[in-house]
């Protein structure tokens, strides 16, 4: 089972990398500073949602970065799968599927009514990852976005 632990302040070092390589990945063009900005209160205990780091403490293999909110329908606390990553030469070895199976029951016993994420439709080996998961697509949303 692979392991997983909350993020706190002092693995930063070892998260920003991690987090640049991700976002490398997918095209997301953000600056080294906006991501340490953006991430720093998460290790700081903010409510807004929090990191865990995969595998050893000293050499992370990957991070999942859930952010919460408050979902009327869904009865309280939500959480969104913001970012998952899993260094590449350690994919394909059910590693994000672990993870996605562990951190749901741990969010469920603090109180979260639900957990979302979004996806690229056409990733079908992704979708299917997340579908063994039991997260299903709403048929009738469509996530809409805008930038402030």
Avoid: N
């Avoid at 693995?11 to 997301?28: I, K, M, N, T, Y």
């Avoid at 913001?82 to 994000?96: C, S």
Wanted: with cysteine; glycine share 8%.
């Amino acid at each position: 089972m692979t392991a997983i632990h909350l993020a706190t302040p002092q693995d930063l070092p070892r998260l920003l990398p991690l987090v640049a390589a991700f976002h490398q990945e997918f095209g997301l063009d953000l600056s080294q500073e906006q991501r340490e900005t953006a991430i720093t209160p998460l290790l700081e205990g903010s409510p807004y949602g929090a990191v865990w780091l995969m595998g050893p403490t000293i050499a992370p293999i990957g991070y999942v970065i859930i952010t919460f909110g408050w979902s009327v329908e869904f009865g309280g606390m939500d959480g969104f799968v913001d970012e998952i990553y899993v260094r590449p030469a350690v994919r394909g070895r059910g590693i994000a599927t672990e993870v996605l199976e562990q951190l749901p029951k741990t969010l469920a016993q603090t109180g979260l009514c639900a957990l979302h994420l979004e996806v690229d439709r056409t990733d079908e080996k992704i979708v299917s990852i997340y579908r063994r998961q039991v997260l299903k697509a709403l048929p009738a949303y469509m996530l809409m976005s805008r930038k402030m």
